[in-house]
């Protein structure tokens, strides 16, 4: 498949450890993909779950 990250790589593109990424999918806080013992991240996936955990500067409404 393309477009799946593997856990380093996904390190890497959200510039988290790999202990956090580990986490947060123990957490069920990013989605992943687990392939027996694999963890793998969707990288449509993980961009949009970055968008979705954006802060919008104070004073701005979004729409």
Known sequence: M???????????FTRLSAKTL???ASQKKIP???LGSRLLFDQVK???WIRGNAVPAAGKETK
Do not use: N, P, Q, R
């Open 46 to 48: 993980v961009e949009e």
């Open 32 to 34: 992943h993909i687990k």
């Open 22 to 24: 580990y986490t947060y």
């Open 2 to 12: 393309e477009g799946l990250l593997t856990v380093d790589e996904a390190a890497e």
